[in-house]
């Protein structure tokens, strides 16, 4: 699914315009992208939990050459699916 029609199904979901449902979904991304942004976790029950995690620096290989490279330390986005939407898959 795409962003466009994800906005499709919001709105029809919702019963909302589309115009709503995309400024409702555009909120959604900022608010969690700040919060992480700030290292804070965001837990929607029954959805999941988005947090950052911390990667150490490590070795890696270019893969044509076969050549080591340092690959620098990094924050990574994290998301835990929760119990409500595991069982709804399973």
Known sequence: MKKAELITAIAENA???KK???KALKAFVDVVT???KKGEKVQV???GTFEVIERAAREGRNLHTGEKLMIAACKAPKFKAGKVL?????
Do not use: P, Q
């Open 15 to 17: 019963d909302i315009t």
């Open 20 to 22: 709503d449902a995309e």
């Open 34 to 36: 700040e919060e992480l």
């Open 45 to 47: 029950v029954g959805f």
């Open 86 to 90: 595991k069982e709804a898959l399973n």
